[in-house]
């Protein structure tokens, strides 16, 4: 594992007082920030980037001082202006437009949380999470996006067979998790993971599942023209 698994970093163990540490962790963290579907504190803020928590809580310091994050009642989030600027800049990102209404209407129509990364040269980067209502009583928001990238996680067995793939409860004790590669247009490989309760079958989701990366794929190269 990395120190911040979602990123895929290719260099872990990098010291986190030494700048490139620093803002390595300060992009994890904010990240986490921006997916996350409420303000966390800071020892979930750690869990979900990666990265220990004395780090978090003195990157979290220092993005604060510059109006990058701010905190209330021990809960982090993403500061106002900064968040304002993040969401203008996000629009110039054409997986991610493409993707946000598709993974938001299979989430909300399977109760599940879906994930969607992009692989490129072994490093893998979250595209978008959409939290669906199904996971959260069993795991916590701030552990569903890190599970996703889990070594034990359906991501890494789609990436290697090249095909849809399933882990049973090996991440975590009650939860399934399914998973569909594709090759993007743009050069790398876009996976989607949806995860749900064990009691909640997921061998019917797994062609909506490939239909979703299909269609996102498709959504991209037309976007690019």
């Known amino acids: 594992m990395t120190d911040d698994p979602a990123a895929g970093a290719a260099s872990p163990g990098v010291a986190a007082d030494r700048p490139a540490g620093v ?27 990666g990265i220990p928590k004395t780090t978090a809580h003195r990157v979290l310091e220092q993005m604060a001082q510059e109006g990058i994050v701010t905190r209330r009642d021990h809960r982090w989030a993403i500061a106002p202006g900064f968040g304002e600027l993040m969401r203008a800049g ?43 209502p199904l996971l959260a009583p069993l795991v916590p928001a701030a552990e569903q996006r890190l599970a996703a990238v889990h070594p034990a996680a359906s991501l890494w067995r789609a990436l290697a067979s ?3 793939a399933a882990e049973y409860q090996e991440v975590h004790p009650g939860c399934v ?18 995860a749900r309760t064990e009691n909640r079958e997921v061998e019917s989701l797994k062609h909506p599942l490939e239909k979703v990366v299909s269609l996102i794929v498709s959504d991209e190269r037309r976007f690019r023209r």
């Open 90 to 132: 996000a629009r110039f990102s054409p997986l991610e437009a493409v993707a946000r209404p598709r993974m938001n209407a299979l989430a909300r129509d399977t109760g599940a949380t879906v994930v969607l990364h992009r692989v490129s040269e072994g490093v893998v980067d979250t595209v978008y999470c959409a939290y669906g």
């Open 23 to 49: 803002v390595h962790s300060a992009f994890a963290l904010v990240r986490a920030l921006r997916e996350a579907p409420e303000p966390l504190g800071v020892t979930d803020l750690a869990s979900l980037a």
């Open 162 to 164: 090249g095909q849809v």
């Open 177 to 194: 998790c399914i998973a569909a590669p594709a090759a993007l247009p743009s050069g790398g490989t876009l996976v989607a993971s949806l």
